[in-house]
Each structure stands twice: as C-alpha cells, then as structure tokens.
C-alpha cells in the first residue's frame, strides 16, 4: 500500500459523539490519526498539545460525550484504496457468518485465516469485512482467535456494542466454549488447570507461551471429556476463565495432553498420526459461545467443525 504526500496540516477541534464517551484518549486519537506514528500521538499527548475542553489531558483520560478535542497539525498520509481481496476469500467469509444485526457480526472463522493483518500479512477478517460491508465506518473485532484456531469469532459494528462486550468480558458475562483434540486418555479427575502464564522468546525470535509460576499471570480453564478414542486421544471441552495467549494450547500440554496438529506446543508424532487419518490442521475450535445483550437478553450460539475435522474423527471411531 502506497502513500501520497498530504495537505497542510492544521489544527482540529473534535467534539465526541456519544458513541466514544468511555474511550481512553491516546485509543481515539490513534483511530482518527491512522498513519501517524505511535510515538508521535503520545509526543503530542505528553507536551500537552493536545487538549480536551482547553485543559491538558493524560493518555489515559476517558473522554465524555460533548468534549472538544483539539489535535495540533500533524500529517496524516492520505493512503490509496485498499487492495481487493480474492472474491473467493470474500465469499467464503460471507457463507461464515452465523448471526448479524445492526450492531454485531458473529462469524464461523475458518482455520488458517488470520483476524488481522500485520507480522507480514496483509490482510485478515477485519479487512475482509471492511471490504464485505463498507458503510459499516465503525468495525472493529472484539476479540481474537489464533490463525489456526478456527470457531465463532465476534465483530462489532457499533462503538457501543464493543464497549458493552468490553465489559461483559473482562467481567464473567462471556461463556466461551472450545473443543480440543488432545494426545492420550485424559484422566477424569483433571476438571481444571490453573497454571500461571508468561511469555519467552526463543534464540530464533519466535515467541512462546510457558507456565512460570513465580512471574506469570494467573491463568485458570475447566476441562470437560465429550469423548474418548481409547488409549489413543481424546475430544475434551475447554472452557477459559482467564483470557491468556494460547491459554488453551499450553494448559492442555501442561496436563499431558497437547492438541494435535498444533506446531507450536504439540508432539510431532501424534500430529503426524493424526495427518495421516486426513487431519491436517490445529484441532481447537471455539464451538459455544453465550453473550449478554444490551437490551438484557441473550444470544447463545453454536458454530460446526469443518469437513476435515468431522472426517477426522469419523476415522478415528472407525473400528481397527
């Protein structure tokens, strides 16, 4: 994507709409000023540049609906138009979305299709679906899956339906439920893993997730068996407490029982196996998920495996 020298630059005042009161300043200014550096933003922020209602502010002021914001000239890079994106891939993620109202998209995300783009990708759903509904100014994911998780996956599309599931996730009114294929006969007694969990990097630069109990962050999931292919693997539910990086990946290889196919944290050997019956993916899929509505209702939904997967574990059942 190429950039086109801009105008001149000159000073904005911005008065909030409803829509953003809540919003943490140094957020609102790095989604109107895209382009501009994030050092520069919180430069501006920290000599007091910019201002709301004609006071200095910190990074972290939460604005209020009717502020004014006034932001000193900086130069904004006009940028072309996006690249379209394959028809194929549109299309694809259309057929994926499983619910959809004026505020919220609930999409069955598929496996190996990033959530955004950056780290050498150039695009993910979020820039899909800014292609796929263009009037719609104010997407924005409400959270993340991995690459290769695959599963119902949120996209808000009003200011307040994301700051309302903001606040129902960091509390406990978001039920997410996922289903993992996992090397072994998991013992019934295993019903929850709370393991703390930090991040490392390794001699090549790739980043891990590891339990480290002394630094780390607490982390908690409760496990439930659905079912059982012998001696061999089995399908449990995993169900997040906490929200942590490849929380599911590490904690089900903490108890002895890693996920097939994941390339990461997994056994080659049993990937291997599972390769062979046809599955050639990472078997985490977030199949359940139960959300809180602003108006005080509930939306419950429920989101299928892929053919692979089902074709899968179809093998596995098959007698020797």
């Excluded at 599309?157 to 090397?183: E, I, Q």
């Amino acid at each position: 994507m190429t950039t086109t020298a801009p105008s001149t630059p000159s000073v904005q005042l911005l008065e909030v709409s409803p829509e953003y009161a809540g919003q943490r300043i140094d957020n609102f200014l790095l989604a109107r000023l895209k382009g501009v550096p994030k050092t520069l933003i919180y430069r501006i922020l920290r000599k007091g540049e910019v201002r709301v209602n004609k006071g200095r502010i910190k990074p972290e002021y939460k604005l209020q609906a009717g502020d004014i914001v006034r932001v000193p000239p900086v130069r904004v890079p006009e940028r072309d138009e996006p690249v379209p994106l394959a028809q194929g891939l549109l299309q694809r993620l259309e057929a994926s979305i499983i619910f959809e109202d004026k505020a919220l998209i609930v999409i069955n995300k598929p496996c190996g299709i990033a959530v955004h783009g950056g780290s050498g990708l150039t695009y993910g759903v979020i820039e899909a679906f800014r292609q796929l509904r263009p009037d719609c100014k104010e997407l924005e994911l409400v959270h993340r899956l991995d690459r290769d998780t695959s599963g119902l996956l949120m996209i808000a599309k009003k200011r307040s339906m994301l700051r309302h599931l903001h606040t129902a996730l960091r509390g406990d009114g978001v039920d997410k439920r996922y289903m993992a294929l996992v090397r072994g006969n998991w013992a019934a007694s295993i019903k929850q893993v709370r393991a703390s969990l930090g991040k490392s990097n390794l001699r090549s630069g790739e980043r891990m997730v590891e339990v480290d109990e002394e630094e780390g962050k607490e982390s908690v999931t409760v496990f439930k068996v659905l079912r059982r292919f012998g001696d061999f693997a089995t399908m449990v539910e995993a169900r997040p407490i906490t929200g942590r990086t490849h929380q599911i990946r590490v904690h089900t290889l903490h108890a002895g029982h890693c996920i097939a196919g994941d390339p990461k944290y997994g056994d080659e050997g049993f990937s291997k196996e599972i390769r062979d019956l046809g599955g050639k993916r990472l078997f985490l899929h977030a199949y359940l998920l139960t959300v809180p509505l602003p108006d005080g209702g509930e939306l419950k939904l429920q989101a299928p495996v892929d053919e692979m997967w089902a074709k899968t574990v179809e093998r596995l059942s098959a007698p020797l």
